[in-house]
């Protein structure tokens, strides 16, 4: 297990599992105050098998159709293409009905309106993650990606498919969203935000992804080590659900199998509070030229 090409300490004072948490509605307030304490809810089981199967038959069956999986392969297997890489397909995910509904009715729009009490609504920007072999994402904070609408945005990982821990997948840093320093600095930034004073502002505001990575860290295991927290992950399986406010710091662990590793991000906020208008939209416009904004530095 990797995170960044380094192997993780695997010991118990710099890793552990995620603590499960059985899916019941009948006590809020202690979902709230997991959220609180740990930074993340981890549900098991979440979905059932037969929505997931048909989610992963349907995306599998779209990334093929784009060239991304091995020729003559069986699908399930999400054996990588050659031109296969590292990327969030929204346009697969906003035509997918199967994903669409999994992620966007039922129990999940239940679940954040209960803790948010009062209805929830959900970005249209859905973060589909085709991960072949390779490394996984750095350390970072959500809020740097999406802070100008509501700052109780919760995201929503979901494994689209089994995810050992040799496949890679969410890796949370215990206890992170109580970084108040941190939060204070890094987690307020803004990745389309440029300079309007200095020499490169005319090629800034029409750049497009975002103006620098949103790392953290680029050494995750560094990182942990000057933080003293732990790594959490667990191995995770189809039907699972982990959900966390905007500023846990988070990882995806690297894939160190020959398959592609499939998974979700979706975000959801309360209804009375604002959008960030990036993520929202028949075409949102994400980290495009749309969405940068000028400032004297």
């Known amino acids: 297990m990797s995170a960044q090409g380094r192997a993780l300490d695997v010991s118990s004072s710099a890793f552990g599992e995620l603590k499960r948490t059985e899916f019941s509605l009948s006590n809020v307030e202690a979902l709230q105050r997991g959220l609180h304490e740990d930074g993340y809810l981890y549900f098991p089981g979440f979905f059932a098998s037969e929505e997931i199967s048909a989610v992963r038959k349907d995306l599998l069956a779209r990334i093929a159709g784009i060239g991304w999986l091995e020729t003559g392969s069986d699908p ?16 697969i995910a906003r035509d997918s009905g199967p994903l669409q509904r999994l992620l966007y009715t039922g129990r999940i729009m239940e679940l954040y309106g209960r803790l948010f009490e009062e209805p929830a609504r959900h970005f249209d920007f859905t973060w589909l993650r085709v991960y072949p072999p390779g490394l996984g994402t750095r350390p970072h904070m959500d809020s740097v990606f999406m802070n100008r609408g509501s700052l ?70 560094a990182l942990r080590q000057e933080l003293g927290l732990r790594f959490l992950t667990t191995d995770f399986r189809a039907g699972d659900l982990v959900t966390f406010p905007i500023y846990t710091v988070h990882i995806g662990l690297d894939n160190n199998t020959d398959r592609i590793r499939l998974s979700s991000d979706s975000r959801y906020y309360p ?22 904004v000028a400032k004297i530095c």
């Open 76 to 91: 399930e297997e999400a054996r990588p293409s050659a031109i296969a890489s590292h990327s969030v397909l929204q346009d």
């Open 152 to 221: 109780r945005l919760m995201t929503a990982w979901v494994p689209l498919g089994d995810v050992d821990r040799s496949l890679g997948g969410l890796a949370v840093l215990e206890g992170s969203q109580q970084l108040g320093p941190i939060r204070d600095d890094y987690g307020t930034r803004d990745v389309d935000i440029y300079c309007s004073n200095q020499e490169d502002a005319a090629t800034s505001c029409v750049k497009e992804g975002p103006l620098w990575d949103g790392n953290l860290a680029d050494n995750p295991v």
């Open 271 to 292: 209804a009375s509070e604002p959008a960030d208008p990036r993520w929202m939209g028949p075409e949102p416009s994400a980290h495009g030229p749309k969405s940068k």
